[in-house]
């Protein structure tokens, strides 16, 4: 049996619940993929810290954001299912990484430039500032051959396949170089209230929470902004609140938006929106539903997790191991 490519990909569980970009971008991609592929998925725990989290509650997320992997599909059995920081390699591998990082290199980071402009460069911690780098390490210590995330991530990507390739070239062939898996219709669901930015948990007045009561949820979506036209049509760029609106119910029914555009000829927005809130809650609800039931039992949960850290550190210290040994760092024998 050849063996399959492998991925891997993670999520912050920084939010009590993940929205729904999250799922449309990445997790519903992550759920198809341990079909064909040998896929490593992650709670990233230790990428939350970089801003300051209360540990009650960054505790209970992180179960929750465990829970919700496995509501949403996961199978633990198909794929290795497990929390970052129970893999300490992956802040081994982190420094090493930092070590082969350029300063300049590392303030590119747009997104490093965003979050600091929000809160300030001064209140932002150095870990934010590395933060890329960690998640290159994430990536790397797997020797992932893809990463599906959604576009947001694709200058994070960038960074781990140069870091891949200077590691390579000055200590010779150790990781592989991974491609990003980005599916572009659903790359980037936007924000519900300002439809030119993403959908984001650090804006909660846009997002939808897939954990929300089915009565927040439909509000959100109903009063979603969309254009001064009465036309449904898909056209991101002039069209950006109806055509987000239409990639969803799209996604969520197993159709293409333009597809979906043509139900709506003469009947408005109110009745899409409608029907989207009814395809999320159709979703969510059950979601939600298997979430407490698993987050009810967290000794099952923890369970999990350890299989799931077993199978990751096994392949995990092989990487640190061999990228120590080529660096020249001497081993016990
Ligand atoms: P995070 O936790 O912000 O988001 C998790 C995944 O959801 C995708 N996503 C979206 N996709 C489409 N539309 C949106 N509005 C939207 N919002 C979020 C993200 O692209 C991501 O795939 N740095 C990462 C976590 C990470 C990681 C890794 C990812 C750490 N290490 C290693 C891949 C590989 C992040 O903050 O994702």
Redesign the pocket.
Known sequence: MTAQPRV?????P?AGS?????Y????RHWVDLQETHDAFY?V?DL?SITVEQKPDELRRNTLLAYAQLLAAGVDPHRSTLFV?SHVPEHTQLGWVMQCITGYGEASRMT?FKDKSARGGADHSSVGLFT??I??AA??LVYQADG???????RQ??ELTRDLAQRFNSRYGATFTVPKPLIVSD??????LQDPTA????SLPNGAVFLLDDPKVITKRIKSAVTDSETEVRFDPATKPGVSNLLTVLAALTGREPAVVAADYDGRGYGALKADAAEAVVGFAAPYAASVAELVGDPAELQRTMRVGADKARAVAAVTVATAYERLGLVDLG
């Open positions: 891997l990909s993670g999520i912050q920084t993940f929205q729904l970009g999250n449309l971008g990445a997790v992650c990233v990428h970052q997104q933060y890329p960690l998640q994430d990536i990463v599906p995330v959604g576009e947001d991530q994070h990507l659903t790359a980037k669901i936007l924000d993403k959908m984001s948990k």
